[in-house]
C-alpha cells in the first residue's frame, strides 16, 4: 500500500519554463511533506518542506504547495535551469506519533530540463 | 564538515555471505536510519535509531540487523544475503529539534548480490 505516490516517472520541460512535480498522500496523519532531489551516484539532498498548518512555503525558485482536503502537494520550479535535471522524492512524516523522523516516500519523478 | 559517510560504496556479495555497511555522521544528530533504493519503489525504511541505544524496525527489516553504536554510528548487517537483498542502500540521520524531520543523508552503497 503506497502511502505517498509520485504518479508521473518522468517530466520534460524547456529552460527558463516553469516545472511542476505533483506528490499525492492516503495518509490523514502526515503532517510534515518533504521535497529532495537526487544526482545519480549521489544521495538525495533535502530541497524544501511544508508543515501541515501551511499551504505555501516558498526558497528561491522553489514553492511547495500543500492542499490538505485533496492530500496532494506539488513542487514548483520556477525558472527552471538544466541542473534542475534530477530525481526528485517527495517524502512525508507523521511527527505527531513520537516524532521519529521517520519518512515515507513517493517513487521519484525524472525531470528533464532542456536548454 | 562531511555530514553521513557510509562505507564501502560498492559491495558485489555471493547469496549467503555476509557483510556490514558502516555510517558515520558528525553533525551531532541523535536519529539514524537506513533505507533501501529500488528501481521504481522510491526509498524504503529499514530500520532506524530514534536515539542512542535504541533501534527499531522500519518497513522492510527482514534479512537485517543493525548496531547504533553510539551517537555517531549506525551500522546494517546482512547475515545471510539473498539476491532479492541487491539494491542502493542510504543511510540518513537527523536532529529532529523543533519538529523538523529533515534528514540528511549518505552518498549510498550500491550492493549486488549473485
Known amino acids: 500500500d503506497q502511502q505517498v505516490k509520485q504518479n508521473s516517472p518522468s517530466l520534460s520541460v524547456q529552460e527558463g519554463r516553469i516545472s511542476i512535480l505533483n506528490c499525492d498522500y492516503t495518509?490523514?496523519?502526515?503532517?510534515?511533506f518533504l521535497w529532495y532531489k537526487k544526482y545519480p551516484a549521489e544521495g538525495p539532498t533535502f530541497l524544501i518542506s511544508i508543515s501541515s498548518i501551511k499551504d505555501k512555503n516558498e526558497d528561491g525558485r522553489f514553492t511547495v504547495f500543500l492542499n490538505k482536503s485533496a492530500k496532494h502537494l506539488s513542487l514548483h520550479i520556477v525558472p527552471s535551469q538544466p541542473g534542475d535535471s534530477a530525481v526528485y522524492f517527495c517524502a512525508a512524516s507523521d511527527a505527531g506519533s513520537g516524532n521519529t523522523g521517520k519518512l515515507i516516500f513517493g517513487q521519484g519523478t525524472t525531470l528533464q530540463v532542456k536548454p | 564538515n562531511a555530514g553521513v559517510t557510509q562505507t564501502p560504496k560498492f559491495q558485489v556479495l555471493k547469496t549467503g555471505q555476509s557483510m556490514t555497511l558502516q555510517c558515520a555522521q558528525d553533525m551531532n544528530h541523535n536519529s539514524m536510519y537506513w533505507y533501501r533504493q529500488d528501481p521504481g519503489m522510491g526509498l524504503r525504511l529499514i530500520y532506524y535509531?530514534?536515539?542512542?541505544?535504541?533501534?527499531d524496525k522500519g518497513e522492510v527489516p527482514n534479512g537485517y540487523n543493525v548496531s547504533r553504536l553510539n551517537k555517531r554510528e549506525f551500522s546494517l548487517r546482512l547475515e545471510s544475503a539473498a539476491p532479492s537483498q541487491t539494491s542502493v542502500y542510504f543511510c540518513a540521520s537527523s536532529s529532529l529539534t523543533g519538529g523538523n524531520t529533515e534528514a540528511f543523508f549518505g552518498q549510498g552503497t550500491r550492493l549486488t548480490v549473485v
Open positions: 495518509n490523514s496523519m502526515f503532517d510534515y
Open positions: 535509531s530514534a536515539s542512542e541505544g535504541t533501534t
